[in-house]
């Protein structure tokens, strides 16, 4: 069982996602929640819960300067709002996933089952630690990738984003250019290694590149060329977990 509180300075918002944790997520109980900050602060690290869902604009005091309040902070932070622009700072809180109000049923199942992983897993996910471990070692030489009748060998550092096609492969350079090769997705997720990360089951892209996270109508990515990135639920909190760390 995982034991939740809940803040937020609007009663039918707390009322609106208990509804819908009682109703998707069976294995989770709200043990209390307060629209008061300074009263959320004393049972937090009183009831020491598995799972908080905080607010972030909040009258007196905000979800951040709570955070800052507390003594215990063994737990994991879902943070709920109404607008994206906290969603970077929520995530260098290490929130495990931030939702956005009014809260997606779906949205609200993945989030929990992270917290679930976490648990189980002290505090780290399988695709993260794979991640990581995939990544040690990898060294920073050409791609040879395989086109319609050449192979070009290509520098990491020249690819923009990777789109899938089927059976093959398309890669945007920073110049604009692109090429179609004859390469699995996940074969060329592999090569790729270190600096890249598969972002959605048809987009892998280059880290560096990424110059903004929106988490509005759907989670996606600003490139440094003003190029517009899916983001898939499933990779959203793994994604953000690296930029900040």
């Known amino acids: 069982m995982i034991k939740a509180i ?3 300075d609007e009663s039918n918002a707390i009322k609106n996602l208990t509804w819908e944790i009682e109703k998707f997520c069976h294995d989770v109980k709200i043990v209390d929640s307060f629209t008061d900050p300074l009263e959320a602060v004393s049972a937090i690290n009183y009831l020491k819960p598995d799972c908080v869902f905080l607010d972030v604009e909040m009258p007196g005091m905000n979800g951040f300067e709570l955070l800052q309040q507390l003594h215990f902070r063994n737990f994991e932070l879902i943070i709920t709002s109404a607008y994206d ?35 189980e897993n002290n505090g780290l996910g399988f695709i993260l630690k794979d991640m990581i471990s995939d990544w040690k070692g990898k060294e920073d030489k050409k791609l040879a990738l395989a086109m319609s009748g050449k192979t070009l060998y290509i520098d990491r550092g020249e690819i923009l984003y990777c789109k899938s096609d089927g059976n093959y492969s398309e890669i945007f350079f920073n110049n604009q250019h692109k090429e179609l090769f004859t390469i699995r997705f996940k074969d060329l997720e592999e090569m790729l290694g270190k600096g890249f990360f598969r972002v ?18 759907g989670p996606s990515l600003t490139l440094s060329n003003g190029t517009q990135i899916p983001v898939s639920r499933s990779r959203k909190a793994d994604l953000l977990h690296i930029l900040n760390h």
């Open 85 to 119: 622009q906290y969603a970077i700072k929520a995530f260098r809180e290490h929130a495990v996933d931030y939702l956005m109000k009014p809260v997606d049923s779906d949205d609200l199942i993945d989030a929990l089952d992270r917290v679930r992983e976490k648990k």
């Open 200 to 217: 959605h089951n048809s987009y892998i892209v280059r880290l560096d590149a990424i110059k903004a996270f929106v988490n509005q109508d």
């Open 6 to 8: 809940i803040v937020d």
